[in-house]
């Protein structure tokens, strides 16, 4: 498995880059809401990994337009959650 991380500071997250895959045959999964998971099947061949490369390029550069399109965000969302509380006591969010 490998995986691209996003810069935690821009204005688009993992879920937007996997949208853009997506709509280009590539198959991913964001996690943690800024890495995105690549897990190729085993008998991948060289063209195929090739094409990926391609697209994955094509995609980033699409990302980094939509990170200057977008406002830039005045908060993290970990700081915009709310304290969870559990009997009593005020568990940070994670």
Known sequence: MNAIEIERDSNVDGHIFCNLLR???V???ATKDYSVRFTPALNIT???VDEVVEI???AMWNLEQHNKLI????W???QDKPEKT???KKIKSV
């Open 23 to 25: 709509a280009r045959g």
């Open 27 to 29: 198959i991913t999964k």
């Open 46 to 48: 060289k063209e195929e």
């Open 56 to 58: 994955v390029e094509d």
């Open 71 to 74: 406002p830039k965000r005045e």
């Open 76 to 78: 993290s969302k970990r």
């Open 86 to 88: 559990s009997r009593g």
